[in-house]
């Protein structure tokens, strides 16, 4: 390429081999300086400039704060420092290694600076402008171009933002509960923080918005500046890009009450991401809502715990109300029918905006017919559940299209020993609409890139549906099953119930969460949940996906029910986008 056409290429005036670096190399410098960023309280991201030799040339972060200037982002203050050392704008064969997609405004300032080549580790969904939001590197009627890499130590630069992010985000929601009125009992300290940083490493899309609000929207932009994605791009392009399109919806479409419909999720093998550009002011401004427990199906053994799981919801700012049969017992219930049904008469009659189930256990299924599913869709409130509660969500969702959650409930996740840091954060994060893609590791997943409605839940509920008015017709949907004390040959069976009734067949993904607390025995010969995996796989032409971080386990996300969702899979990840951008 020089040789027809001579050209100058940018050269480190005193180069030796000691600073020569490769792509590691460079985003681990990258990364040192987004870290010296965060050391000074601006967003972290980092640069740095090699010549085209691969020698450094020049480093920069974010320094918007610090000098009071918009256009301080790390790679124009890198661009800068690199092009006073050559004495020359144009840095020509220069590549930038940037720890963040760059936006419109430095990917034009490195267009102009002739460089060769741009590498950045994480994809911002919020203002990337190499396909985060609008991609700007192949813009053809641009007069100067160059190669755009993305995904270059992408975890390590998501990480990075992710904890900056979840830190601020945490320090706001410890000012809140301080000035919510706790109550004095309350010694359990929200421990974001401490979730924050033992959360596994984040993979993809940390969002980043720069420090300064002013983040690049399409409608905002100049015209040219404005393509809005495809109406069907797929929902992971150079890494990850967000979707503007709402899925084909499934069962009736009723909107959602006061939708959560952004939950996340945990496990030791899951990384949640925050992809929201405010994310730092997030928990800051949100009101904490109030929380009202009810017991719809088992009773509740130890009445201790509810009191532990209501005090502990309290520390996080909640206000909570426990409905005056919380603690019935009839047979195994929480309460006679009639009870129960009453209280959930009352959790709708009653402020507080979530409602949340104390337990699982057993005895949903009967009261279905009487419950008013429509006054349950108009009273706005949140219903929260798990196990059992397969049976509320999914009724709902077939009755009236309503969106509900599943996820924590008291007993199990407030009122133990220990709550789960992650549990606990997704949780918070889906109430208050923070969380908007949740990653978690999936070995072997089918590719897939589908969206759909996010329906499931516990298997042997939903399979003990089928054929029931309370079964939710979903068309190519996204439908996700844990469950707990079956064997695999059990689990094989309900999926077998679901595939023979044409349930399966049907999804755009079956995703699989946690099956966990059976015991395989010496004349299984080697049949286990893998086998059952693979049997699916081969049985019914959906992609499967496994891994999801919920079941009867302790780290478990908080997922709408009926909402739409995005599904992706990418290098052993998966991605459920569960609120899709143009907010
Ligand atoms: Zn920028």
Redesign the pocket.
Same mark, same amino acid.
Request: charged share 10%; proline share 22%; aromatic share 0%.
């Given at each position: 390429m020089a040789e027809s056409r001579p050209v100058r290429l940018a050269a480190a005036p005193s180069a030796d081999a000691a600073d020569l670096l490769d792509d590691d190399g460079a985003m681990a410098l990258a990364l040192e300086q987004a870290r010296l960023a965060a050391e000074q309280g601006e967003v972290p991201v980092g640069a740095v400039v090699l010549d085209a030799t691969g020698h450094l040339l020049a480093t920069g972060h974010n320094r918007t704060i610090l000098d009071r200037d918009p256009t301080a982002?790390a790679?124009?203050v890198a661009l800068r420092a690199a092009a006073r050392r050559l004495d020359n704008y144009r840095l020509t064969g220069a590549r930038l290694f940037v720890t963040l997609e &760059? @936006?419109a405004? @430095?990917l034009g300032a490195m267009f102009h600076a002739r460089l060769a080549e741009i590498v950045y580790g994480a994809p911002d969904p919020k203002?990337g402008a190499c396909g985060g939001v609008v991609d700007l590197s192949v813009q053809p009627r641009l007069n100067h171009h160059a190669r755009v890499r993305g995904g270059v130590g992408a975890q390590a630069c998501g990480d990075l933002l992710r904890d900056f992010f979840r830190a601020r985000r945490a320090a706001g929601r410890a000012a809140r509960a301080q000035a919510a009125t706790a109550p004095a009992s309350a010694s359990f300290v929200p421990a974001s923080s401490a979730s924050a940083s033992a959360a596994p490493a984040s993979s993809l899309p940390a969002s980043a918005a &720069?420090a300064a609000p002013a983040t690049l929207t399409a409608s905002a932009a100049p015209a040219s500046f404005s393509e809005a994605p495809e109406a069907d791009a797929p929902l992971l392009r150079n890494s990850l890009s967000m979707p503007k399109q709402k899925p084909a919806s499934a069962a009736p479409a009723s909107p959602a009450p006061h939708p959560a419909s952004h939950p996340a999720a945990g496990g030791e093998h899951t990384h949640l991401v925050c992809a929201d550009p405010d994310c730092g002011a997030h928990g800051v401004h949100e009101q904490p809502s109030g929380i009202y427990l009810i017991s719809p199906s088992g009773a509740v053994a130890d009445p201790a715990a509810l009191d532990l799981a209501v005090e502990r919801l309290r520390a996080l700012g909640f206000r909570v109300a426990v409905d005056r049969t919380a603690l019935a017992v009839h047979e195994r219930f929480a309460g006679t029918d009639r009870q129960r049904l009453a209280a959930i008469q009352r959790a709708l009659k009653q402020k507080h905006p979530v409602v949340m189930a104390t337990r699982g256990g057993y005895g949903l299924s009967r009261l279905l017919p009487q419950i008013d599913w429509r006054a349950v869709a108009d009273s706005g409130k949140t219903f929260i559940g798990q196990s059992d509660f397969t049976a509320f969500n999914l009724a709902l969702l077939a009755r009236t299209g309503a969106v509900s959650l599943a996820g924590p409930t008291a007993v199990f996740d407030f009122g133990g020993k220990k709550v789960d840091d992650l549990t606990q954060a997704l949780f918070q994060e889906t109430l208050s609409g923070e969380l908007e893609i949740l990653s978690f590791e999936s070995p072997g997943a089918d590719p897939v890139d589908a969206r759909g409605i996010l329906w499931g839940g516990n298997l042997a509920m939903v399979a003990s549906l089928v054929g029931t008015p309370y079964l939710p017709d979903v068309q190519g949907g996204i439908l996700f099953l844990e469950d707990v004390s079956e064997h695999p040959f059990r689990i094989e069976r309900m999926l077998t119930q679901l595939w023979h009734a044409g349930v399966l067949e049907k999804q755009h993904a079956i995703v699989l969460g946690q099956f966990t607390d059976y015991r395989l025995a010496p004349h299984d010969n080697g049949y286990d949940l893998d086998a059952v995996v693979r049997w699916l796989r081969k049985t019914v032409r959906v992609p499967v996906i496994t891994g999801l971080p919920y079941g009867h386990v302790k780290v478990k996300a908080t997922l709408p029910v009926g909402a739409p969702v995005g599904i992706a899979t990418e290098d052993g990840m998966a991605h459920l986008v569960l609120r899709e951008h143009g907010h």
């Open positions: 982002h790679e124009v &760059p @936006c405004m @430095c203002t &720069p």
